[in-house]
């Protein structure tokens, strides 16, 4: 279905008029001209073509050397109905210029394998397309020069796929969709363009990344993934400082609850290192207050926790540093009818990437049955640093998680971090075995700031030190410390300052005041050795101790101070347990009458099955 059909030849057709041809039929498009495999240069100019599927539809015989020179210049294409101009493919010096284009399905099409430099770069210059679908699609760009195009009240101004086009001193205005649109293996150079009155005021972004490449910062357009992105194994997605990346809102639903939110799934490597002037921002495609109204739809909606997914990462050597996280951590991993939530911000999946100087904040606490966490470290079996974060909101900010029995132990950096607000705990590090430091962070509101385990009991001795717990409810959480050092931190106004269940801790140097309960709790097998700590204007004076003793367990006078013990529950000494109360401690026992039907049902008491040394 061809009016002008040249045929592995390349006659020069130029100043025609082809119209009143729209036909088509059987399974073919209708083709104004259709110069088709063809092995020599063209010259196409000046010519009016009206109607049609295609206006030009140009095929070259593939890896032609020399490359052509064709020249696909003046024309005027009107009422395509699938595109003006399509080139598939055009591996040569060709030349698109100074074409002007109307109502048409797109405007120009480049298609096929463009090799880059020394296989022939492409120009499409000077071209005038209005009120069409795309204005100018590239597939396989190679280095195809695309500059000073006048693109007007396209659906889509440029759509890119496997492309490295320098992108330069467009004019795109009046646009419906994106201005731009990158997909797959896309990573073009842009500068000196002029975008305005576009719906979305942004770069759109999809597809799957296989190869190493940038995202540059552009002045005035952020970055938008419409659907979620992957960094395949081996590639390396490196964004620059500056650039704000949002994340469409897209809650697809499904019987039961969300099933999709766009995210960012790196298994190979993303290098996202902002700066204090420049930081690197991911959030969603709603929130105004960075980069603008993006969806153009002004005040009519607003940013919510979860309107996107999360970033995950599963290669150490990943970075962020200088980021900011909003709006994220929903997402159900299950297709189907099943739910498998991942509430997450950041998941470093069985790796353990560098997550220095970033803000997480506005998040989604929990949905689905799962709790959010902020940065999930998951099973990791390498050292992490995540050290000058600011986490707030949420209900875990940090939870990292070591591969069980590892040996040697781990010497992850856990320091100068802030956690506000989180309503589980600030860092909750199950299963920490490692010789980890948690050093110089700032606990604030929290449930509970510090939570950790050391259940294996593999001589880890994490180091807790010069950190500050305000107005928690718990300010650390030990649960088989180990031999951890808790070494001069600071805990102000917490419920329970410091709770210790099976733990051989180290305590020297901290300072507990104004607490509404507790500053100490030892739990069960909890022997810890007290130096040079500060008891001050707490609601309760003493050392909170009950639970089960199950080995052999001293009960010291604390720093020569003569502060007493209150157990708050049952004391049992189990047959193979011994304590030993050293003279002149006080053991006050909690006034607690539980009540029933008839008389008390419950008081607290001392059940020595095993051996009990109290001798002043």
């Not at 205005?173 to 576009?198: L, M």
């Not at 996107?308 to 997402?331: F, K, P, Q, T």
């Not at 805990?491 to 507990?512: I, P, W």
Request: glycine letters at 12%; a negative charge.
């Amino acid at each position: 279905n061809y009016s002008v059909w040249c045929y592995e030849c390349a006659p020069e057709i130029s100043s025609s008029v082809i119209r009143d041809s729209n036909i088509t039929y059987g399974a073919g498009f209708f083709i104004s001209v259709y110069y088709q495999n063809i092995s020599e240069s063209v010259n196409f100019s000046n010519n009016t073509i009206y109607d049609g599927n295609y206006g030009l539809y140009y095929s070259e015989v593939a890896s032609l050397y020399p490359q052509l020179e064709p020249v696909i210049h003046s024309n005027i294409f009107m009422d395509c109905g699938h595109a003006a101009i399509h080139c598939d493919p055009i591996s040569s010096w060709g030349q698109v210029t100074s074409n002007d284009i109307h109502e048409c399905g797109s405007g120009i099409e480049l298609t096929g394998s463009i090799p880059g430099t020394g296989y022939g770069i492409p120009e499409v210059t000077g071209n005038t397309i209005e009120n069409s679908g795309t204005g100018i699609l590239i597939e396989g760009g190679g280095d195809a020069y695309i500059g000073n195009n006048s693109i007007d009240g396209c659906d889509t101004g440029l759509h890119l796929t496997d492309s490295r086009c320098q992108v330069f001193d467009n004019e795109i205005t009046g646009g419906t969709g994106y201005p731009f649109f990158q997909e797959d293996n896309t990573f073009p150079v842009y500068y000196g363009n002029t975008v305005t009155g576009n719906l979305y005021k942004a770069i759109g972004v999809s597809g799957d990344i296989t190869e190493s490449g940038t995202w540059p910062k552009v002045p005035g357009l952020p970055y938008v993934l419409t659907s979620s992105v992957s960094v395949g194994t081996g590639s390396e997605l490196t964004i620059d400082p500056g650039v704000i990346i949002k994340m469409e809102y897209n809650h697809t639903l499904y019987s039961g609850g969300y099933q999709y939110t766009v995210g960012l799934d790196v298994q190979g490597t993303l290098m996202a290192e902002g700066s204090d002037f420049w930081p690197i921002i991911f959030t969603s495609i709603r929130d105004d207050s960075v980069g603008g109204d993006t969806n153009g739809d002004g005040t009519a909606t607003a940013p919510l926790d979860g309107d996107w997914a999360y970033i995950r990462l599963m290669n150490s050597d990943s970075v962020m540093d200088h980021c900011e996280v909003h709006y994220a951590g929903l997402r159900d991993d299950n297709s189907g009818t099943s739910e498998v939530w991942r509430n997450y911000s950041i998941w470093a999946y069985n790796c353990a990437p560098r997550i220095t100087n970033c803000w997480i904040t506005d998040s989604n606490i929990s949905f689905g049955g799962s709790q959010f966490i902020s940065v999930y470290y998951d099973t990791i079996t390498e050292s992490a640093i995540f050290s000058n974060n600011t986490i707030q909101d949420g209900y875990y900010g940090l939870y990292y998680n070591e591969s069980a029995s590892l040996w040697p132990p781990l010497l992850s950096h856990i320091s100068n971090n802030i956690f506000i607000d989180c309503q589980g705990s600030g860092v909750h590090a199950p299963n920490l075995s490692s010789w980890a430091t948690v050093d110089g962070n700032v606990f604030d509101n929290c449930e509970t700031g510090l939570y950790f385990d050391d259940s294996t009991d593999l001589l880890g001795a994490p180091n807790i030190a010069n950190s500050h717990f305000y107005n928690c409810n718990t300010g650390v959480n030990m649960f088989s410390g180990g031999d951890a050092v808790f070494f001069n931190n600071w805990l102000e106004g917490c419920g329970s300052g410091l709770k210790m269940t099976d733990s051989r801790c180290h305590v020297e140097a901290n300072s507990f005041f104004d607490g509404m309960g507790y500053p100490v709790s030892q739990l069960g097998d909890s022997s810890p050795v007290y130096v040079g700590n500060t008891f001050t204007n707490n609601l309760f004076h003493a050392i909170e101790v009950g639970g089960t003793i199950e080995s052999d367990i001293v009960w010291p006078d604390v720093q020569g101070q003569a502060i007493p013990y209150a157990a708050t529950t049952n004391v049992t000494i189990a047959p193979d347990g011994s304590l030993t109360v050293a003279p002149g401690v006080v053991v006050k026992f909690e006034y607690d009458h539980s009540t029933y039907s008839g008389g008390y049902q419950f008081t607290v008491g001392m059940d020595a099955q095993g051996e009990l040394n109290a001798v002043g």
